[in-house]
């Protein structure tokens, strides 16, 4: 079986192929912005917390089929919750008083900045 679209690691797993097996499975039909998603839970896991990235990925995804689903409902749920990252890493660097918001969802140390 040839492998088509995004490997993850050395481990050979698709992410193409994963998401349209999940899809399958699930009897989902809708176009995955995997990009964003895996944005947002960067943001999630680097400016709040690992575990708290598959979470809120589930709550995004909760969010949007509240809304009604489909792609927009989506994406302004992921729009919320990265920039909720935002605000959660600045927010705690500067409780911490050692970093600073870059503006790109990442919090950047004292060490960082130079």
């Known amino acids: 079986m040839q492998e088509v679209g995004l490997i ?3 481990d050979g797993v698709v992410l193409h192929d994963w998401i349209a097996a999940v899809k399958t499975e699930l009897g ?3 176009d995955v912005d995997v990009t964003g998603l895996l944005d947002m839970t960067r943001d999630v896991a680097h400016g709040v ?9 589930f709550l995004v995804g909760y969010a949007a089929a509240s809304a009604g689903g489909g792609p927009e409902a989506v994406a302004e749920a992921n729009r919320k919750a990265v ?3 935002v605000r ?5 660097s500067g409780e911490h008083g050692n970093g600073q918001d870059t503006g790109d969802g990442k919090a950047r140390s004292d060490e960082q900045r130079g």
């Open 88 to 92: 959660w890493a600045a927010e705690q």
């Open 83 to 85: 920039a909720l990252a």
């Open 28 to 30: 989902i039909d809708l």
């Open 8 to 10: 993850i690691g050395d």
């Open 49 to 57: 917390a690992r575990p708290a990235a598959p979470l809120t990925a």
